[in-house]
């Protein structure tokens, strides 16, 4: 899946860079305040539905174009959303769908409403 390679390439990138710029380093780590963690330790889950919403809750900048269709049918359609946060069973047990809903709006291109 395309966040599995982000964080892989992230993490490869940031590994050659050692020693460079922390900036890099700094920006690639979580947004949590109790304690700096490594991203892909922060977002990794066995269940790709629920990694998917990690990455777009913490590193939206990291989502593809799809991806972000994926969390824009998520965050409109209320059966998802639950009570303002991602209802995650409800993901889950929707998966296709909400892949099959980006996929329709990818065709239609920024004709969609």
């Known amino acids: 899946m395309a966040i599995e390679r982000e964080l892989r390439r992230e993490e490869s990138r940031l590994n050659h860079d050692e020693g460079g710029d922390t900036g890099a380093v700094e920006k690639a780590r979580g947004r ?5 963690a490594y991203l892909p330790d922060l977002l990794w ?3 790709e ?3 998917f919403i990690k990455l777009a809750q913490q590193r939206p900048d990291l989502l593809t174009h799809r991806e972000q269709l994926m969390w824009k049918a998520i965050q409109e359609n209320p059966r998802w959303r639950g009570d303002g946060t991602p209802n995650l069973v ?3 047990s929707a998966w296709g769908e909400i892949n099959r809903q980006a996929e329709e709006w990818d065709k239609l291109g920024d004709t969609f409403s």
């Open 49 to 51: 539905s629920d990694r």
């Open 90 to 92: 409800g993901i889950r």
């Open 32 to 36: 949590r305040e109790e304690h700096e």
């Open 45 to 47: 889950d066995p269940v």
